[in-house]
């Protein structure tokens, strides 16, 4: 008579699939989880809002048969689209670095200090350095994809239209491209400074929504130098019908009558209540024509790749700071 036994193995626990974060990876995420999420998931609901936008403005104009008869001007309906694309853009390229400075940079650091987690962790065997860099490159990892994301996802929404008209060429067009992206990095790298010196969250996000709506005035005001302007004169007159043909959606930035001898009077000047008195005007200063000084349309784009450059490079600097400041007195 024999005997057999069979043996069982322990079962395993279940396998998980899929990468795992892990160590100070894992940490880090968890610490800031509610921001990435929130960041994500407005990034995901933004794209798919932008698609049904575009869907709905592409119905309306093949309803109404654009651009076939080829007109100069957009439909006169279109307006309802035009003003969607002008309020997306200001949220894409004002609205959103400021808010990502103040509600993601800002207390990325500064809420460590007022409550020592950063300590705790840096008196364990994990370095300031390694800290700081976890905890600004997973920020400006999110930032960069929900940024270039949503950017992505406008410019595909405005493209049919983009030429079609100036002020959606230069003025919504310049909330496409790098430009978003670039802004928001900068506004949460200086938050993150910021709130490294000052030591106290709420403060940080005071002086931070500050500083980020400061870089965007600057911004505003200072972009289109960036461009070459090409000057055109015309010696026909001022009057009807005179003012020099520019190009399909270039951007005129000056205006000014062209008198006999050559020198520049400004447009306003002969600005009068009646046609008799304009004329007079015109005569009176010998005006021969208009000189008109206006950026191209193929200068946009060299313009906000530039104006990018400059803006990385400016939290690249910061960047810097964060660190050679972080490892001598962050703790």
Known sequence: M???????????????????????????????????WTGLAVTAAGIAWFAYQRASMMDYLNGIGWPNPKSPDLPAGFE???????????????????????FLGAPLIANDLEHGTGKLVTSQTVSRGRWLAMKLGMAVL????????????????LEPVSKEDRELYWVVGSATGPVPMALSL???????????????????MVVTFG???????????????????????????????TFPQLPEAAYDTDQSYLTGSGELLDHGSCAKETEQAINACLNDNDIVGWSVDYL??????????????????????VAVFIFWWGRKRLY
């Open 2 to 36: 024999s005997t057999t036994t069979t043996a069982h193995a322990p079962a395993s626990a279940p396998s998980r699939r899929g990468p795992r974060l892990s160590g100070l990876t894992w940490l880090v995420w968890r610490q800031h989880r509610a921001a990435f």
């Open 80 to 102: 309802t689209y035009g003003s969607l694309l002008s309020n997306t853009s200001s949220a894409l390229g004002f609205l959103m670095p400021v808010l990502v400075g103040v």
């Open 142 to 157: 999110v930032v960069t994809v929900c940024t270039a994301a949503l950017s992505a996802a406008f410019g595909w929404w």
């Open 186 to 204: 900068l506004a949460t790298v200086a938050g993150v400074a910021i709130g490294m010196v000052l030591r106290r969250t709420l403060l940080s």
């Open 211 to 241: 500083f980020a709506v400061t870089v965007q005035l600057v911004w505003a005001f200072r972009w289109m130098d960036l461009g070459n302007v090409v000057t055109v004169t015309t010696h026909d007159g001022a009057g009807d019908g």
């Open 296 to 317: 191209p349309p193929s200068e946009l784009s060299p313009m906000m790749w530039t104006g990018s450059a400059i803006l990385l490079a400016l939290t690249a600097a």
